[in-house]
């Protein structure tokens, strides 16, 4: 495993990226301030589906550098950088697979990737849940992945520390797919369940090698 460097010569915003199985992804959530980005903003959010600006100064958030920030999903394909796209669900499928995680099919059409959630959060960040006990994260792969929250139609429903949510590009009507990490789960999941077009969530961008 090797690290490389993107800067985005929109903003010069530099992110690690990393090559798993056949790809190449950013080792960070994308933070370039556009159209229907949003901030964390202590637990409230401010829905913004026509991309009006937040009424809050996006430097509210000091941790923005580490974790990102959140996308409508029909505004995220436009924020990924030249070069790069917004992962469709065969790349994630191919992430988990290249960690070694084997597919379970659930409700709803959901895919649980057994394991692969401690192959791919960081190793620090995350909460532990006393109820819901869970084994160390590797951050094997150097993916580092931080439960960076995740927000809803009425905020952030997912707090930070606990959960975090990355968008697929695959989606119709009004639901979309994302990829599910928790702090009480081993497992990664895809799926769109109750995942609307009203919900804003972290980006990877994505690259074949």
Not at 60 to 80: M, Q
Not at 99 to 105: F, I, L, Q, Y
Not at 190 to 199: E, G, Y
Request: proline share 4%; net charge negative; with cysteine.
């Amino acid at each position: 495993m090797k690290d490389s460097y993107f800067t985005d010569p929109r903003d010069g915003e530099t992110y690690r990226t990393v090559k798993i199985g056949n790809r190449i992804w950013f080792a960070e959530n994308l933070r370039h301030k556009c159209e229907g980005a949003q901030a964390y903003a202590g637990g409230m959010g401010y829905l913004c589906l026509n991309g009006e600006t937040p009424p809050y100064d996006w430097n509210c958030d000091p941790d923005v550098k580490k974790y990102g920030l959140c996308y409508y999903w029909k505004f995220a394909e436009a924020a990924v950088p030249k070069g790069w796209r917004l992962p469709n669900n065969d790349d994630w499928r191919d992430l988990f697979n290249a960690v070694g995680a084997k597919c379970e099919m659930g409700e709803h059409g959901a895919e649980t990737y057994l394991g692969a959630a401690l192959a791919l959060k960081s190793k620090d960040d995350w909460e532990e849940d006393e109820l819901f006990p869970v084994g160390k994260s590797t951050d094997a792969f150097g993916f580092t992945a931080y439960p960076a929250g995740c927000m809803e139609e009425f905020g952030f429903c997912g707090a930070r520390g606990r959960h975090t949510r990355f968008w697929s590009s695959v989606g119709q009507n009004k639901w979309a797919y994302r990829v599910r990490l928790d702090n009480c789960y081993d497992d990664a999941v895809l799926d769109r369940f109750w995942n609307d077009f009203s919900c804003a969530n972290s980006i990877r961008c994505v690259k074949d090698c």
